[in-house]
């Protein structure tokens, strides 16, 4: 009886998971127009990977044909923000601000200029200067990625709108 009761509670959960839209983070229903893409990036530039890696993890086949959807990053740029001071008067806080300008063409040509931001906060201590070096470059490699994830979803829900029209 209890064999029968763990499968129904089983079966039950796995029923409510599927009909509610729960989905692993990460996994995406791609239009069929975006089985296939171009990227084109700045030569060396860091984002450009990151973007790659996004697009073929979520099943993209990134070519370099014509006929197909184009992203192409335009520039990937990294600012900061002073948003505290401690009371010497050194900066205590910044806000880091890294923006990411593309352009989405279709297969008939016609483009849309987008861009992406992610923002973070980040508190600066002269008297730890190498450590917080290094956390900032982290820091920046956690932004570049959260970029190129929401770079994703804009592409995918762009391509959806414009398909379902």
Known sequence: MTQLLKCALLLTSIVVL??????????????DQLQQMQLQAPQFSEFAEQAKDRFTQAGIELVEQSGVYQVEIVDDTLTRRTLSLSASGQVAEYELIYKVNYLLRDPQGRSAALEVEVFRDYQDDPNFALAKTREREIIVAEMREQAAQQLLRQVIARVSASTSE
């Open 18 to 31: 599927s009909s509610c839209g729960f989905r692993l983070q990460g996994s995406y229903q791609l239009p």
